[in-house]
């Protein structure tokens, strides 16, 4: 479809102070488009949880995201890990973060949760020892 | 007074500005614009937090405000005084003598905000206790906060608690206290806020906040002090007029309004850059662990008002030993003056690029497309507050692209076929 934005990010697993910088750069971009308040919220929740995934578990990955009239399409690739056991992981409260990483604030099992409760469609691909892709719709109408 | 069409109380002194790019950087809506060498405010985007007033070296920033002649207009006037006004003097720290001389300002009576604000305090804390209101609830005190939100924060515009100022409250109890007083007709009264910032001045002139405001004119704190600073020495008999207790007079101070709700979790945000950041993680679902959240747009809280006189340090050790000698809460105002609001914060898309997502789309990925052949120096030369503004108002149609002095300087090496005299030079 030639009527569509698509966006290419980049995330660093490298710092953690930068996690959550492209959901906040997309949401910024989804205002301007003035789409539906609940649209661009759900979308920024979904993506800020799957990014800071992305980030305290995989050593970062790449984020594309394709804006059309009817939905949005977010795609997430890392090359971390992958995800043993996917339907404990999207229970709430289940989480294998470190305490470090508790600490800090994250890790408190409802990533997967929120994520799922925010999109319309969600997709989890995962290969232990080769990565995880995500693949999330929010439809706009 | 107020009207459909009034949009905001900061104003530009067009002899004034130079054109630089001060506020320009600071505006938190990217309200303003560098146009033919002068700031333009855009009217939707702005929210009167007042930064550009703060931040200009030139004083071209100015707010509309009352002068006192607005006094003649009414048969009984009373000033309505927010707390931090307290706070504006080097030698007093006596509520009943600031009182007493503003009497000598032709003002017939006084009423102190800060008795609203600890109505408005006992309110938020009932609300709170029943479970209602959607977590985190945010204060609405704060009207350059509560439009930011209108503006930039639609999703949590249910989250704003309905109440409404403490200033509205005041006015309504201070109004109808006059009517018993004096048997006069309640036009006849005229509620003067003694007020130290621009977004109150726009609180009660734009409906689309306030439907039914109380307040008939706004007089800054500098215009009083001024005033004020004659009369203060002059006066032999201190009247007893103070009625407001430490809970409401804190509400001066960034913090004191959260502390008065006694929410176990509390969260004071001051500074719009830093109010900001919070709204941010509030719509990211960050802090749903908090109750109540106080967020005011000027620095230290209404004491760092753009209007005020005093430096707001000072004026917040001053305001915070005055309240030492205070009753925690005093009488408080009737319950039959309503507490809630008339009208909730309506959302005002005003990023938005196009009523059509389509076009929307098309001119978003426009300025993707130029933001990335501009130089990302975000210099502010062009006019724009930065790169990505300026290929967001080249789309609109009201930028082109030499705006941009790099673009322009390459535009002239293309068609003179040479590179300006200062780039021939470079050191070896």
């Known amino acids: 479809m030639d009527n569509a934005i698509k966006l290419h990010y980049n995330v660093d697993g490298e710092d953690f102070t930068l996690a959550g910088t492209t959901s906040a750069t997309v949401k910024k ?11 661009i919220r759900r979308t920024a929740i979904a993506m800020y949880e799957a990014e800071i995934n992305m980030v305290i578990h995989a050593d970062g990955g790449v984020i594309d995201v394709e804006i059309t009239p009817e939905k949005i399409h977010i795609v997430l690739k890392d090359r ?3 995800i043993p056991d996917v339907e404990k992981a999207m229970q709430e409260g289940y989480s294998t973060a470190s305490n470090e990483i508790r600490e800090l604030g994250f890790g408190a099992g409802m990533g997967l949760p929120n994520i799922k409760t925010c999109s319309d469609e969600m997709k989890v691909d995962t290969v232990i020892g080769e990565g995880t892709t995500m693949d999330l719709v929010i439809n706009i109408k | 007074m107020y009207s459909e069409n009034y949009w905001h109380s900061v104003r530009l002194e067009r002899d004034l500005c130079k054109g630089c790019t001060n506020c320009l950087k600071q505006c938190p809506t990217q309200a303003i614009r560098i146009q033919k060498g002068k700031a333009k405010i855009l009217k939707e985007r702005c929210i ?15 707010a509309v405000t009352d002068k006192f002649d607005i006094l003649n207009n009414y048969k009984y006037k009373i000033a309505l005084v927010a707390p931090a006004f307290f706070g504006q003097f080097s030698k007093t ?50 009207p350059a906060v509560t439009r930011l939100i209108a503006v930039r924060f639609p999703n949590l515009i249910p989250n704003i608690i309905p109440l409404r100022s403490p200033m509205e409250l005041a006015a309504d109890a201070a109004r109808r206290d006059a ?20 977004a109150k001045a726009t609180a009660i002139r734009d409906e689309r906040l306030v439907k039914n405001t109380n307040v008939d004119g706004i007089i800054s704190f500098r215009d009083t002090c001024l005033e004020l600073a004659q009369k203060i020495g002059g006066i032999s008999e201190i009247k007893h007029l103070s009625h407001a207790g430490s809970l409401g007079t804190m509400w001066a101070t960034g913090g004191g309004e959260a502390r008065a709700t006694q929410a176990p979790r509390r969260v004071a945000v001051d500074g719009i850059h830093n109010v900001i950041q919070l709204l941010e993680d509030i719509e990211d679902d960050k802090l749903c662990d908090v109750d109540y959240v106080e967020a005011l747009a000027c620095p230290g809280g209404c004491v760092g008002g753009p209007l005020t006189s005093e430096n707001s ?14 009753d925690a809460e005093t009488e408080m105002i009737d319950s039959s003056v309503d507490r809630m609001w008339d009208a909730s914060p309506v959302y005002r898309p005003v990023m938005k690029l196009d009523e059509d997502l389509g076009i929307a789309m098309q001119m978003a990925m426009k300025i993707e497309e130029i933001a990335e052949s501009l130089p990302g120096l975000d210099c502010g030369s062009c006019g724009s507050p930065s790169c990505r503004a300026l290929a967001e108002d080249i789309v609109r149609g009201h930028a082109s692209v030499e705006d941009c002095i790099f673009k322009l300087r ?13 780039s021939n030079n470079e050191p070896d």
């Open chain 1, 29 to 39: 971009y989804l205002k301007t488009l003035g789409l539906p308040p609940d649209v």
């Open chain 2, 179 to 198: 009517v018993e007083k004096t048997g006069l007709s309640p036009k006849d009264i005229g509620i003067i806020f003694i007020s130290p910032c621009a």
């Open chain 2, 48 to 62: 009167d937090c007042g930064e550009c007033i703060r931040v200009c070296p030139y004083h071209a920033k100015k």
């Open chain 1, 80 to 82: 971390g890990p992958g």
């Open chain 2, 410 to 422: 390459e535009r002239y090496e293309q068609l003179s076929g040479q590179k300006p005299a200062d």
């Open chain 2, 313 to 326: 340090f000072v004026a917040r050790s001053k305001i915070s030993r005055i309240c030492k000698a205070m």
């Open chain 2, 93 to 142: 720290e006596d509520c009943d003598l600031v009182l007493t001389a503003l009497l000598g300002l032709g003002f017939d009576d006084v009423y102190e905000v800060a008795r609203g604000a600890q109505a408005i305090s006992a309110k938020t804390r009932e609300l709170l206790s029943c479970g209602e209101l959607i977590k985190p609830a945010i204060s609405s005190a704060c």
